[in-house]
Nanobody, 125 residues
Framework: EVQLVASGGGLVQPGGSLRLSCAAS????????MCWFRQTSGPVREGVAF????????DYADSVKGRFTISRDNEKNTLYLQMNNLKPEDTAVYFC??????????????????WGQGTQVTVSS
């Protein structure tokens, strides 16, 4: 069973930074395509960062490009999202997610069907 637990959120001032972590079990982070998405008040998921199975391809939403970086630590089986120069519009609950097959890669968030507990990020002065 795939379990994904995001952590590292909090309250930060505009311009600040946070690093989110995603602890995974039931899959090997270093051998699986994964992504981060966020949700505000509604059910719509906004994909913000994607990494393919071999780690050689990453993609970002235009709204976060140049500010967010997705990475992973294979030994710790953990996915990360480094968020810099945060803006109030980045406020959301952030989740990590995985597709139903490890080799599947897409920037369509509907591809990603496994996700678990999210972490709240609030950007406010």
């Amino acid at each position: 069973e795939v379990q994904l637990v995001a952590s590292g959120g909090g309250l930060v001032q505009p311009g600040g930074s946070l690093r989110l972590s995603c602890a995974a079990s039931g899959l090997t982070v270093g051998d699986w395509s994964m992504c981060w998405f966020r949700q505000t008040s509604g059910p719509v998921r906004e994909g913000v960062a994607f990494i393919n199975r071999d780690g050689e391809t990453t993609d970002y939403a235009d709204s976060v490009k140049g500010r967010f970086t997705i990475s992973r630590d294979n030994e710790k089986n953990t996915l990360y999202l480094q968020m810099n120069n945060l803006k109030p519009e980045d406020t959301a609950v952030y989740f990590c997610a995985a597709p139903p097959r490890r080799w599947l890669y897409s920037t369509d968030i509907e591809t990603y069907v496994h996700w678990g507990q999210g972490t709240q990020v609030t950007v406010s002065s």
